[in-house]
C-alpha cells in the first residue's frame, strides 16, 4: 500500500526540529517531505485536502454523516471540525490512515475560544484582566485539554476589533484598542501553540475573522463593513499582525465584505494584505460556508464562480461549503484553475500535519489516558479560578458597601444567580454544568447556608413579574442584597447581535423595587458586552462587572464579593451612557468642534447626553486607592534612533493590598492626517501592598508612533506630542515631548 510508503519514507527522515520558526534546516526538511507526499498525490486526493466537514454531536456521542466518512476513505476530506474526544477522533483518524489511499492523517478542529472542558471567563472578560501571563496560561489550559481530547487546531484567537456592543461577538474578543488586542492576541497564540507545534500539549491556533469582521454596520452580524483604509490598517489590522507575527499557523477568512468584496473572495485581504504585506505563511480555512454564501452577497452568480474567485483569491481549504469538493476538479480540468494554485494550497495544508506531528503518529492526539487525566485537571480549575477572578471589574463601590463580611445576612436574587449554564457564557465547547457550581451555591459555601437567603424574583428575561413579592420578602430579612442580573449567554457569541443594550427583561424593574428598601444593593453583572448600566448606576451602590466567568465563575464572584479577592480588572470596551452614544471609544478624534470650545451649541456634543461615557476604556475600581505622582520623561525630545523612558510614581493609598494596571498613552497633535486624541503605547500591571509606593517605567520608540500617513506611507513624523499616564483613560497625569 502507497500509505505504508508514506510511513516507511516519513519514518526514515528525522522528526526532530518540527517547531514553529524552525531553522532554515529543519525547513528544508519539511519541505522535502512535503514535496514527497505531494507527488503520490491524484488530483482528487488534493483537493480532498482542501475541503473541512462538521462532525455532529447525538445524545449518544460525537457522530458525523456517513457521505463524510466515505469521503475519509476515499482521501476526499482531509480535515474534521467539532469532532471531540480521544476515542472519537482516533476511530476517523484510523479510516483516514488505514483505509485510504495515502493514508493522510486528519486535521481536526475545534472552537476552543476560552477553554475546552475547563471554561475560562470570556475572552472579552479575560482581556479585562490586562494580564498577559494569565491569558496565556488561560490559552495554554485550553490547549493542554482540548490535544487530549483529540483536537490539534483551534479557531481562536478571534482578533477582531469592535467599537460595537451591539454586536454579539465582541464577546470573543480583546475590546476595542489596537495596542491591547495585539498584545493579548500573540499572548493567546503563545498559549495555544507553544513554541512547538509537536508537542502534544500545544494546538494550531487560527487568527480570525480576517478581516475587520468586528465592524459590521449596526452592529448586525454578518453585515457590511465599510470602513477607510487607514482605519483599517491602523487599528483594525495590527492585531490580526501581531497573532501571526507570534507564529499563528492559520488564518480564517471572515463573513463580510470589505470595500465591496467578501473576504473570501478578496484578493487584496487574502494575498495582498495577509500574505505579501505581512507574510503569513501558513494556511488560509474560509470561515463556515462563507464561499456559498458569496453567491447571496451578489459578487458572483453561482457556488462554482463562487469558488474560482476564492481559491484564486488565496482561500487554501474551504469550512463546509463542498464547494472545492464540487467544482474545484474541474476547474483545474479546464484550466481555469492552475496545477501551481492547488498545489501551493495542499503543501501549505500537508506542511501543517507534519509540523504538527501528524505523520509522525496520527493519534498522538488521541489518548484516552492522557485525556482522562488533563480533562478538568485540579490545575486547569485552579487556573481558571485564578483568571476569572483577575477578570472581573468593579464599576462602582460606594461607601465600601463591598467587600461584604462573612456572617451578614445576604440576600441573592435573580435567575442568573442560581445558574450554572450561563456562567460558561458563549463558544463554551465541551464545558459540562455538572463539574461547576453558581454563583449561589458559593455564596452558600462561603457565608453558610443559614446567613443566605435566595429568591430568583425573575427570570433573565421576558415579563414575568409575579417573582418580585418574594424577592421583597426575602430582601426585607437581609442585611444586604446581592442581585445578580445580566444576559443569557447565548445572548452573546455569534448571530447575537441587539438593539438594545439594556439588561433585558423585567430585571431592572426589580432592581427598582428592591430599592425602596433601603437596604445596601450589590449588582452582580453576567454579559458579553458593554451595557448601559445608567439606571442601574443610579440605583445600587456597588456594582461588579464579572462577564460570564466560566466554571469556576461561581467561586470567584464569591471570593471578590467577600474580599478575599481585591478586584484588579480595567474595562477594554468604552460602557456608553445609553446606545445613542455608540460607536464610543476613546481614541476618537478632536474635531474641528471639540467639546471644551467655550460656544455653547455649535459644536460637537449631544443636546440630551453629554459626550463622556458612564465608564471609560481602561475603568476599574479596586477595595483599595493608587496615586499617581512625580510622572518624569528621560528626555523630551525623542530622536529617530534613541528612546523615551517614563517614570511615573505609584502608591497604594488605601487600605488592602492591590493590583492596579497602570496606562501610558501619547497625543500626537499635528499629523499629515488627523491623530486620535489618545492612544495606550503601554501598561503594566502591578501589586503593591498597604502604603507601598513603586516606579513603573515605559520605554517610547519612535517605531510606536507610526501610522498610515497621508500619502499611506507608514511611519512617524516630527512634531510635538502629549504623553499620559494613569489608572484609566479619563484621570490621567500629563507630560510631553517632542519627536525629532
Ligand atoms: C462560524 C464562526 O464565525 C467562526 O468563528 C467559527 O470558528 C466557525 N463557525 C466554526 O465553528
Not at 123 to 145: F, T
Not at 373 to 399: C, G, I, Q, T
Not at 536 to 556: Q, R
Amino acid at each position: 500500500m502507497l500509505r505504508n510508503l508514506i510511513f516507511t519514507y516519513i519514518a526514515a527522515l528525522i522528526m526532530s526540529a518540527c517547531g514553529v520558526s524552525g531553522s532554515s534546516d529543519a525547513e528544508s526538511r519539511i519541505n522535502q517531505k512535503v514535496d514527497s507526499v505531494m507527488k503520490l498525490m491524484t488530483l482528487d486526493e488534493k483537493i480532498g485536502q482542501m475541503v473541512l466537514y462538521s462532525s455532529g454531536w447525538a445524545l449518544t456521542g460525537p457522530t458525523i454523516k456517513s457521505g463524510y466518512l466515505d469521503d475519509i476513505r476515499k482521501g476526499q476530506c482531509g480535515n474534521i471540525f467539532n469532532a471531540n474526544t480521544a476515542a472519537y477522533t482516533r476511530k476517523l483518524q484510523k479510516i483516514a490512515v488505514e483505509e485510504s489511499r495515502l493514508g493522510i492523517p486528519l486535521l481536526f478542529g475545534y472552537d476552543v475560544i476560552h477553554g475546552h472542558t475547563t471554561i475560562f471567563p470570556i475572552s472579552l472578560g479575560e482581556s479585562a484582566s490586562w494580564d498577559l501571563k494569565a491569558i496565556e496560561k488561560s490559552a495554554r489550559v485550553s490547549a493542554i485539554e482540548a490535544a487530549a481530547s483529540g483536537i490539534n487546531w483551534t479557531f481562536a484567537p478571534m482578533c477582531d476589533i469592535s467599537v460595537e456592543p451591539r454586536w454579539g461577538r465582541v464577546s470573543e474578543g480583546a475590546g476595542e484598542d489596537p495596542f491591547l488586542g495585539s498584545k493579548i492576541s500573540a499572548a493567546r497564540v503563545r498559549g495555544f501553540q507553544g513554541n512547538n507545534l509537536a508537542d502534544t500539549l500545544t494546538i494550531m491556533a487560527c487568527v480570525k475573522h480576517f478581516a475587520a469582521y468586528g465592524a459590521p454596520l449596526a452592529g448586525r452580524d454578518y453585515n457590511t463593513v465599510d470602513m477607510s483604509e487607514r482605519v483599517f490598517q491602523d487599528v483594525y489590522l495590527p492585531p490580526y499582525k501581531a497573532a501571526i507575527d507570534a507564529g499563528a499557523m492559520s488564518v480564517m477568512s471572515s463573513f463580510n465584505e470589505y470595500d465591496g468584496i467578501p473576504a473570501s473572495g478578496s484578493k487584496y485581504l487574502l494575498t495582498d494584505i495577509l500574505r505579501k504585506k505581512i507574510g503569513f505563511k501558513g494556511l488560509v480555512v474560509t470561515d463556515y460556508t462563507s464561499i456559498n454564501e458569496m453567491v447571496n452577497h451578489g459578487i458572483v452568480a453561482n457556488e462554482a464562480e463562487a469558488g474560482l474567485l476564492s481559491v484564486k483569491a488565496g482561500v487554501d481549504m474551504d469550512m463546509q461549503g463542498e464547494v472545492f469538493f464540487k467544482y474545484l476538479k474541474k476547474q483545474v480540468e479546464s484550466g481555469e484553475v492552475s496545477q501551481k494554485t492547488i498545489n501551493d494550497a495542499v503543501a501549505r495544508i500537508i506542511r501543517i500535519k507534519f509540523m504538527l506531528g501528524l505523520f509522525d503518529d496520527p493519534y498522538r492526539y488521541c489518548n484516552e489516558a492522557r485525556e482522562k487525566r488533563l480533562v478538568y485537571a485540579p490545575a486547569h480549575l485552579e487556573a481558571s479560578f485564578d483568571v476569572a477572578k483577575r477578570s472581573m471589574v468593579l464599576l462602582k463601590n460606594s461607601n465600601k458597601v463591598l467587600p461584604l463580611k462573612k456572617g451578614e445576612k445576604i440576600a441573592v436574587i435573580g435567575e442568573l444567580a442560581s445558574s450554572k449554564q450561563d456562567l460558561l457564557g458563549s463558544w463554551a465547547a465541551v464545558g459540562n454544568i455538572n463539574y461547576m457550581n453558581s454563583i449561589l451555591d458559593e455564596i452558600k459555601i462561603y457565608n453558610g447556608d443559614a446567613n443566605v437567603l435566595y429568591a430568583e424574583g425573575c427570570k433573565k428575561m421576558g415579563e414575568d413579574r409575579s417573582g418580585f413579592a418574594a424577592a421583597l420578602s426575602v430582601s426585607r430579612r437581609a442585611d444586604k442584597i446581592v442581585m445578580v442580573l445580566g444576559e443569557d449567554s447565548e445572548w452573546s457569541g455569534e448571530a447575537a447581535s441587539r438593539t438594545s443594550i439594556n439588561i433585558p427583561g423585567v430585571q431592572t424593574e426589580l432592581l427598582e423595587k428592591l430599592k425602596i428598601l433601603n437596604k445596601p444593593i450589590i449588582l452582580v453583572l453576567l454579559n458579553g458586552r458593554p451595557l448601559d448600566l445608567s439606571k442601574e448606576n443610579d440605583l445600587v451602590d456597588a456594582m461588579l462587572e464579572s462577564w460570564f466567568p466560566g466554571t469556576m465563575g461561581g467561586k470567584a464572584v464569591t471570593h471578590v464579593l467577600f474580599g478575599e479577592y481585591n478586584p484588579s480588572g480595567k474595562l477594554t470596551m468604552t460602557f456608553p451612557r445609553n446606545l445613542g452614544q455608540v460607536p464610543i471609544f476613546y481614541y476618537e478624534k478632536n474635531t474641528g468642534r471639540p467639546l471644551y470650545l467655550p460656544n455653547p451649541k455649535y459644536k460637537s456634543r449631544y443636546i440630551d447626553c453629554p459626550n463622556d461615557p458612564l465608564f471609560p476604556f481602561g475603568f476599574g475600581l479596586s477595595y483599595t486607592t493608587f496615586a499617581y505622582s512625580d510622572i518624569k520623561l528621560s528626555t523630551d525630545k525623542l530622536t529617530e534612533n534613541g528612546e523615551l523612558k517614563v517614570s511615573v510614581n505609584v502608591v497604594n493609598t488605601g487600605g488592602v493590598l492591590g493590583e492596579e494596571v497602570v496606562q501610558c498613552y501619547v497625543r500626537d497633535l499635528v499629523g499629515s492626517v488627523t491623530r486620535p486624541v489618545m492612544e495606550l503605547k503601554g501598561f503594566q500591571k502591578i501589586s503593591l501592598k498597604v502604603g507601598e509606593s513603586k516606579v513603573v517605567n515605559f520605554t517610547i520608540k519612535p517605531e510606536m508612533l507610526a501610522f498610515h500617513r497621508a500619502d499611506m506611507s507608514y511611519g512617524t513624523e516630527p512634531g510635538d506630542y502629549k504623553l499620559f499616564v494613569g489608572g484609566n483613560s479619563r484621570d490621567l497625569k500629563l507630560a510631553g515631548f517632542k519627536l525629532k
